[in-house]
């Protein structure tokens, strides 16, 4: 078995499970979170159930699946062994701490704005 064709059985692989990992880590957190909806907030679960978590796993597996058929493309196209795809799911925590900073931010505006009036 020659270098090249190791490199590329490893970066199939390594490219394999990254999707696989990723696609059923977002599914886990997806689920985890209608919980909350539903247990907490008491969010219809016919809903979530038949169409939040479907509709974002099919989403989120299509765009993982065009991430990595790009990154594989890349890779063709450069003849670069160190080429990986873009991660592609719902970064919840992400935005929930932008728009808390955009809050603050907003804020600490308002209060400077108030006190020159």
């Not at 590329?8 to 985890?32: K, M, S, Y």
């Not at 969010?43 to 038949?50: C, E, F, G």
């Not at 169409?51 to 989120?60: E, F, Q």
């Not at 919840?92 to 955009?102: C, F, H, I, S, T």
Request: charged fraction near 15%; proline fraction near 3%.
């Amino acid at each position: 078995m020659s270098v090249e064709s190791t490199v590329n059985q490893h970066g199939f692989w390594g490219e394999t499970t990254a999707f696989l990992a990723l696609f059923l880590d977002n599914v886990g957190v997806l689920i985890f979170f209608s919980a909350i909806l539903v247990f907490t907030f008491n969010y219809p679960a016919d809903i979530i159930l038949t169409r939040m978590i479907p509709g974002t796993a099919v989403g989120v597996c299509i765009g993982d699946l065009v991430y990595t058929w790009l990154a594989i493309r890349l890779r063709r196209k450069t003849g670069r062994a160190d080429v990986t795809a873009m991660p592609l799911g719902r970064h919840w925590l992400k935005g929930e701490l932008m728009r808390y900073r955009a809050n603050i931010f907003l804020l600490a505006i308002i209060s400077i704005i108030s006190a020159l009036i």
